[in-house]
Structure formats: C-alpha cells, structure tokens
C-alpha cells in the first residue's frame, strides 16, 4: 500500500497538491514536518504529526524533522487568538534536546538512505540580517498573498470586532515567510520536495511552495493529515489537567495510560487508526469484537496498551495497568509495593491526602486512633465511628482487611512513607508519614 493510500484508510489524510501522489510512487522523497520548540517535551497532538512522518519512512522515503529554533522565537500565529511569551535561546536548545530524544522513539535515524534526520532552523537564520531577508526573499512575496492566509484573516477579523489589543503583530504576520523560507532552504541544500503537517498548516506550507516556484522556478509538494480533534472541535491533546505530554516527568505514564483508556467509544475506533501501526485487518477485528461486547472496552485497551509502550516502555505499562487495578478491587498488596513512588501519587492524585508526622505516628496507639484523631477526622470523625466500620469489615489499609480496630500500628510503609486507606468499597484515603 502506497503512503496515500495507507493514510486514507486511517483516516489521517486531508490533502495534497497535485502530483504528490506521482512523486511519491517514482523516487525516494524527502518530506518534512516543522515542529514548534516551546516546551522540553511534545505532547499527544504532536504524536499524531510525527506518525506521518513515520508511514513516510515505512514507505521507504526519507523523515526530516525541523526543529524550529528561529521560528520557536516568534510563534505561529496559526490556531491562536493571542500572541504567545517568546522564549530564550536557552531555553529553545534546551527544548530542542528533549524534542530529539522523543522523536528517536518513533523515527529511524539509522537506516541508511532513507535516515530520518533532524535539522534546526536557527542554523540557517542566526546570520540572515534584517536587511538581506527583506531583499533577498520579502521581495517575493506580495502582502496580498500573505493576507488572503487563513491565519492571518481570523487574527485580523478578530481584532476588528475585539479591539487592537487582539490583532496580528508584524512579528506574527512574518511567520509564514519565515517557515517558507525553511522550506526553500531545504530544497536547495538537501532536496527536500515535500513538506508534510496537520491541516491547520496548509496555508504556511503553501507559502513554502509558493517561495521554492518564485525563487527557483522549482516545483515542491505539500501533504497534510486531518488536524485531529476532540468531539467539541479542539485540538486534540489535552485533558481537564492539561496537555498529555510525552515526557515521563510532566504526565506520568499511569496518567498517559489512563487517558487513552478513558476515551470514548467513537474516539478510540477513530484513534486507533491514527496512533498504532497495527494493521487494517487487526483494527478491523479488534472494532469488530468491540462492537460485541462494549463494556470490555477492547479499542481503548488495545490503543492504550500500543500507545503507552511505545512512548514510554512494556515495564510502565504493565506497571500502570496493575495501577489501574488498585482502584477496581484487583489491587494487593504487593501491586502496591510494586508501584514506584510517582506512579503511587499519580493513582491517588484525586483522592484525600493527610500528612501525618513520624513523631505522631509512632506514638499513635491503635488502628481507630490513627484513623480518627492521629488524621484530623478526615477519615473517620471519632474512634467509636472508625470501631463500627472496621467491625462491619469495611476498613481496608494497602489493600488488607483491618480485622482488630485496638491493634498497634506494625504496616508496612509504601516507599517507607505511606499508607493507603479504603473507607468502604470506594473512599480512598492516602496518608502520608512525614
């Protein structure tokens, strides 16, 4: 199956200018795909761009993913109604190493000919004075092509009904020439033909071929996958919390898990295309069983289970699937004393949590006492309370029945610090020795 071809049947392809198809299937193409330098991590709406990249190189062409070092300085004024903090070079560099180690994941950067690789556009841009930019590539293009953009006609709309203060800077208004250039660039030192991105960049790359024909009198191509979505039409990427980031340190991979996990039925046989190479008859048969028995949610644990290990590993995906049993009854002790400290807290996030110093926890008498007054009441507002319920069999602590409610303390600390307490079939409580 042609790289097209493959795209469509996932649902991943939007557009493309004519004879791309024709390009792809004579030689070996090397396509690009910008990436905006912002934060030390891409997130899951980047995920869906980098798999188009990596169906280009399963396809037997050449990934190239630019760095946008010069163009991170600015922002893309595409999608956003107000311009964005600008960030150090430090910074930038910074963020730049973390996008590289991620993009190792999914890329072959050591395959021979057909090598992904990675440039940084602050290479080329670092000594292009204000001056020679303007002469030797702003005279190319006019300001009614760059305003007739998408981007830049919803920024400048906006500013009329809202006032100045939401317009499109100057700054902003470059960008597109900026990106485009990237693309000239490209093409004439590493014969780039094709840019590659979500549908929202259509009018950027555009402006890329548009430069290479006025420039050179060369032809370039453009490919765009569907930009994809959430059910109320954003971006997709993000939960109530915030993106979901690729890096470990900034969504834990019980978290990272759990979200693919959570999806609905129409957004897992949807994604499940877009974000895991199984092929068409596997999706076909996992939809298929889906379908049958919903509630054993065989999309979202499929998705869940390609995605997670592909990201982070097969050992923090075996490790969040026994943390997501903790919460279901499954759980055990040794599941808890199995789970690192980050995921532990990453499970409980939502629930209760009481610090209790060391002091007060060794000289706490009982079960009831620790439950009660040692706990501030936030667990069980007096002892008599905590003696009735563990009486019932409805005190469990690190997964354990409390059978006595007078027994001393003698648990075994999780990561030698905590405790974890279930009030009945449901309440979580997480204590915490200090």
């Given at each position: 199956?042609?790289?097209?071809?493959?795209?469509?049947?996932?649902?991943m392809f939007?557009?493309?200018?004519?004879g791309t198809d024709?390009?792809?299937?004579?030689?070996m193409?090397t396509?690009?795909?910008g990436f905006?330098?912002?934060?030390s991590?891409?997130?899951?709406?980047?995920?869906a761009?980098?798999?188009?990249?990596v169906?280009?190189?399963r396809a037997?062409?050449?990934?190239?993913?630019?760095v946008?070092?010069a163009t991170?300085?600015?922002?893309?004024?595409?999608g956003k109604?107000a311009?964005?903090?600008?960030?150090?070079?430090?910074?930038?560099?910074?963020n730049?190493?973390?996008i590289?180690k991620?993009l190792e994941k999914?890329?072959?950067?050591?395959?021979?000919?057909?090598?992904a690789?990675?440039v940084?556009?602050?290479?080329?841009?670092?000594?292009?004075?204000?001056l020679?930019f303007l002469?030797d590539?702003?005279?190319?293009?006019t300001?009614?092509?760059?305003?007739a953009?998408?981007?830049v006609?919803k920024?400048?709309?906006?500013?009329?009904?809202?006032g100045?203060?939401?317009?499109?800077s100057y700054t902003?208004?470059?960008?597109?020439l900026l990106q485009g250039?990237?693309?000239f660039h490209l093409?004439?030192?590493k014969?780039?033909?094709l840019?590659?991105?979500?549908s929202d960049?259509?009018?950027n790359?555009?402006t890329g071929t548009?430069?290479?024909?006025?420039m050179?009198g060369g032809?370039?191509f453009?490919?765009?996958?569907?930009?994809?979505t959430k059910?109320?039409?954003?971006?997709?990427g993000?939960?109530?919390g915030?993106n979901?980031?690729?890096?470990?340190s900034?969504?834990s991979p019980y978290?990272f898990?759990?979200f693919w996990?959570?999806?609905?039925?129409e957004?897992?046989?949807?994604?499940?295309?877009?974000?895991?190479?199984?092929?068409?008859e596997?999706?076909?048969r996992?939809?298929a069983e889906h379908?049958?028995?919903?509630?054993?949610?065989?999309l979202?644990?499929?998705?869940?289970e390609?995605?997670?290990?592909r990201?982070?590993?097969a050992e923090?995906?075996?490790?969040a699937?026994e943390?997501?049993?903790?919460?279901?009854?499954?759980g055990?002790?040794?599941t808890?004393k199995r789970l690192?400290?980050d995921?532990?807290?990453?499970v409980?996030e939502?629930v209760?949590?009481?610090?209790?110093?060391r002091a007060?926890?060794?000289a706490?008498?009982?079960?009831?006492?620790l439950?009660a007054?040692?706990?501030?009441?936030?667990?069980?507002?007096s002892?008599?309370?905590?003696?009735?319920?563990i009486?019932?069999n409805g005190?469990?602590?690190?997964?354990e029945?409390v059978q006595?409610s007078?027994e001393?303390?003698?648990f075994?600390l999780l990561?030698?610090?905590?405790?974890v307490v279930?009030?009945?079939?449901?309440?979580?409580?997480?204590?915490?020795?200090n």
């Amino acid at each position: 199956m042609n790289l097209i071809d493959e795209l469509k049947w996932r649902g991943m392809f939007f557009d493309a200018m004519p004879g791309t198809d024709d390009l792809l299937k004579n030689e070996m193409v090397t396509g690009y795909i910008g990436f905006d330098p912002t934060a030390s991590s891409l997130h899951i709406g980047n995920l869906a761009t980098i798999m188009l990249l990596v169906h280009l190189q399963r396809a037997g062409h050449k990934p190239m993913a630019l760095v946008g070092g010069a163009t991170g300085m600015i922002g893309d004024p595409s999608g956003k109604a107000a311009e964005r903090s600008f960030l150090s070079e430090d910074a930038l560099r910074a963020n730049q190493d973390g996008i590289r180690k991620q993009l190792e994941k999914f890329l072959d950067f050591n395959a021979g000919a057909n090598s992904a690789e990675m440039v940084n556009n602050y290479d080329w841009f670092k000594d292009f004075s204000f001056l020679g930019f303007l002469r030797d590539v702003g005279k190319h293009m006019t300001v009614n092509y760059m305003m007739a953009k998408d981007s830049v006609k919803k920024r400048i709309t906006a500013s009329e009904e809202e006032g100045p203060a939401s317009g499109l800077s100057y700054t902003e208004f470059t960008y597109q020439l900026l990106q485009g250039y990237d693309f000239f660039h490209l093409y004439k030192t590493k014969g780039v033909k094709l840019q590659m991105g979500a549908s929202d960049q259509w009018g950027n790359i555009t402006t890329g071929t548009e430069l290479i024909r006025r420039m050179d009198g060369g032809k370039a191509f453009a490919l765009i996958g569907n930009l994809v979505t959430k059910s109320d039409g954003t971006k997709f990427g993000k939960s109530e919390g915030g993106n979901i980031w690729l890096d470990a340190s900034m969504t834990s991979p019980y978290k990272f898990y759990q979200f693919w996990l959570n999806l609905s039925d129409e957004e897992a046989e949807k994604l499940i295309k877009v974000y895991t190479l199984l092929p068409q008859e596997e999706i076909e048969r996992l939809t298929a069983e889906h379908k049958q028995a919903p509630n054993l949610r065989i999309l979202q644990k499929a998705l869940a289970e390609d995605v997670t290990i592909r990201v982070h590993s097969a050992e923090d995906y075996r490790a969040a699937v026994e943390a997501s049993e903790v919460l279901f009854g499954k759980g055990t002790l040794d599941t808890l004393k199995r789970l690192p400290e980050d995921m532990l807290l990453a499970v409980f996030e939502g629930v209760p949590q009481i610090a209790v110093s060391r002091a007060d926890y060794e000289a706490t008498p009982t079960v009831s006492d620790l439950l009660a007054a040692s706990t501030n009441g936030i667990i069980f507002k007096s002892k008599g309370e905590a003696k009735r319920m563990i009486a019932d069999n409805g005190v469990s602590i690190n997964k354990e029945k409390v059978q006595n409610s007078e027994e001393p303390l003698a648990f075994e600390l999780l990561q030698n610090k905590y405790l974890v307490v279930q009030k009945g079939k449901k309440n979580y409580f997480l204590i915490a020795v200090n």
